[in-house]
């Protein structure tokens, strides 16, 4: 039988966690998180910094503002999805079985890694590595692993680092958590209280039979808890891929490099998503509102889907300095649509063509240089108007190796005469001497005329048809309807030839 | 008796004042060129222009400076490589370079123009330099045509001086074509020819687009 082992993922202070891990430059300073709403608002989330400079859970905002050097930024709740998806998403990548146990501000998932130490190594082992994805994506976390869900659950929540439970042993690694950690109400913590009993492992030391009649049945449920041997049915959730990031400003910023500064960490996270499931970017959409309720969308699309730190961040930096904000930043949203890892077979033979990634910073440059739509191929648009054309962003394209093949004509000569049915002008059904077509499609008419001063002068439409047969079967045809200035301009319809 | 090898050297220093290195053949470096796609240019070329230096094409107005560049670029997209067209003037025609054979898909059009509303102002040729640093820097495209009225004093390696001769005369209701005259002013990498020389000439003619289509 399979032995349960798992790996219990917690990440305490979310909420400032989420709002700082993009913003490096927070790092050495004291932050406390504030909801609620204005003026009521309490800390609600706080860092390392903030706790040691005296700042609290539950403080208010006139307490926290007389804490000298506390830096306050109110809840975000689109950063904490955003943070929470990409946590889950990193924490995926050791176990495709995940149930996620946040609660309160924390965010918190218990993997099921039973089987994975071929892949990973011992617990000890993916903890570490565990641990050191996370950091790498901007969160601080605590691990713990053992072989009962909520002894691991428990354990994470209360302690820092990584704590490794050996089986059977997790009575013993809980013996000196508080009582806190069950979550109990105010009764029950006060009657605890009254009993002396502090730890889960003086409550695991009280007997079971007594402590259910006093307390009632869910007494039984503290006590395994507090012993390590409460049972759980798992339950699975899907950790979701979407490469968003978002970034939430206060004060607004307006200077490109303190944008750049945090776009390129978001970049870096992308990267980092996209890449660990062998995939590149091959989109960027720039999201941006901004002071007076505008809002700045720009699309990066690389010629190919790269994974090239510098080179989105050189496109991102040349699209804004082409197309600036026009006012102070409040958010930043990138979102990424993922693509395959570009792959180029050269030929020996094959002419030389600029470098993808490089035609791109500088197609990017040059249309700094002379403007959006001054940079590119030029099509000719179908039209005689003179000088007709518009212009299409420039991309490398294959050679052409073979044009198409082209439809060709079938001519009757001479042309058939035939009865056309006509409506709006346009042909819908004709007749010849035996068979009748039912047009299903007409494109015309197309008129030409010549020679109108000599006597073998024409003037005719053309009429391109799709049409049915009796018995179902299609056809295209040419369809001609000549006019004879002779004949006191009656018109003559022929068929004059199928497309074959 | 000296050796052959002294006596070269004897003779070569004693005519050094006249002629230096007088019985020590130069060295040839055979450069890589491009055909201009137009037989009697490239006959003028000794193959086409040179690769990976400035030619430079002068002229008046109908004197097939166009055309001309047109013939290279319609030369390098055919073979599937990618051009690219820096346009200081804003002069590019896309339609008559579809129509001398350009694909269009594989050329990179760069229309400069004086002053932008996001950017410092700038003159069109500040500009069209600029652009044309960047795409020697980028590397990757077969030719890169520079579209200026006039340059003070260049440094190209080639220049070929265009002249028009006359139009064709085959129609007197349309017009068919033109003959033109293209003189080879510089070449660099061409081995000189001591003493006074006349330039070497060419002429060469190009038909309209609809005559084209009719000979088609």
Known sequence: MKQELYACVH???????????LRTELESEPVAILEGRPPLETVCSL???????????????????????????ARSEESEDTARAAFLECAAHFSPRMEDASYGTACACLLDIAGTERLFGPPETLAERLRASLAAAG????????????????????????????????????????????????????????????????????????????????AAEWRSLALGSLPHTFQPIQAEFSLKEFCDFAPPIDQTESLLFVAARMIDCLIARAAARAFSLALLVIHMELEGGRVYRR???????????????????????AYPPQAAILLLRITADPGQSSKVQLGLFAPQTPEPSRLDVTIARLKAIAGEDRVGSPVLEDSHRPGSFHMESFAVAAPPTQDPPRMALRRFRPPLPVRVELRDLKPVA????????????????????????????????EWDVLAETATGSSVACLLVRNHRPSAHNRSVWQLEAFYD | ????????????????????????????????????????????????????????????????????ALACLAGHTAGGRVCARVDACDAFDAESAAASGVRLRQLLWVRCRSALPTAKPSSCLDQALCATDLLLQAGGF????????????????????????????????????????????????????????????????????WEREKSA
Not at chain 1, 47 to 73: F, Q
Not at chain 2, 16 to 24: F, G, I, K, V, W
Not at chain 2, 34 to 44: K, R, S
Not at chain 2, 55 to 60: A, R, V
């Open chain 2, 1 to 68: 008796m000296p050796s052959a090898a002294a006596l070269r050297i004897q003779i070569e220093s004693a005519l050094e004042h006249r002629y230096p290195a007088a019985l020590t053949p130069l060295e040839r470096t055979i450069r890589e060129t491009a055909p201009t796609c137009i037989p009697q240019v490239d006959a003028l070329l000794n193959g086409g222009l040179p690769v990976g230096v400035i030619s430079e094409i002068t002229g008046p107005e109908s004197s097939g400076r166009t055309s001309l």
């Open chain 1, 47 to 73: 860092n390392r910094l903030a706790h040691l400079k005296g700042a609290v859970h539950g403080m208010t905002r006139l307490e926290a503002e007389d804490i000298a050097g506390l830096r306050l930024l």
């Open chain 1, 430 to 461: 004709f007749r010849d001497n035996e068979r009748r077509f039912k047009v299903s499609a007409a494109y015309g008419p197309w008129k030409t005329s010549g020679c109108w001063w000599s006597a073998d002068g024409w003037t005719a439409e």
């Open chain 1, 299 to 321: 699309v990066i699309r690389p010629a190919l889907p790269t994974t090239d730190r510098k080179f989105l961040l050189k496109l991102l930096q040349l699209e804004i300095a």
């Open chain 2, 142 to 209: 077969a030719a890169l045509v520079l579209g200026q009225d006039a340059f003070a004093q260049s440094s190209a390696a080639v220049v070929l001086e265009c002249a028009p001769l006359a139009a064709l005369a085959a129609s007197q209701t349309v017009l068919d074509g033109y003959n033109y005259q293209v003189r080879s002013g510089r070449q660099r990498f061409t081995p000189s020819i001591n003493g006074p020389r006349k330039p070497p000439a060419s002429t060469w003619s190009a038909t309209s687009a």
């Open chain 1, 139 to 218: 969160f601080r976390s605590s691990i713990a692993i053992g072989a009962n869900f909520h002894t691991a659950r428990l354990k994470a929540a209360a302690t820092r680092g990584i704590t490794v439970i050996p089986r059977k042993q997790e009575a013993t690694a809980l013996s000196k958590l508080p009582l806190a950690v069950l979550r109990l109400s105010e009764d029950h913590a006060e009657t605890f209280a009254i009993w002396g009993i502090q730890t889960l492992g003086e409550l695991a030391a009280l007997p079971e039979v007594d402590l259910i009649a006093r307390l009632g049945p869910q």
């Open chain 1, 11 to 21: 990440a305490a202070e979310f909420p400032a966690q989420a709002l700082l891990r």
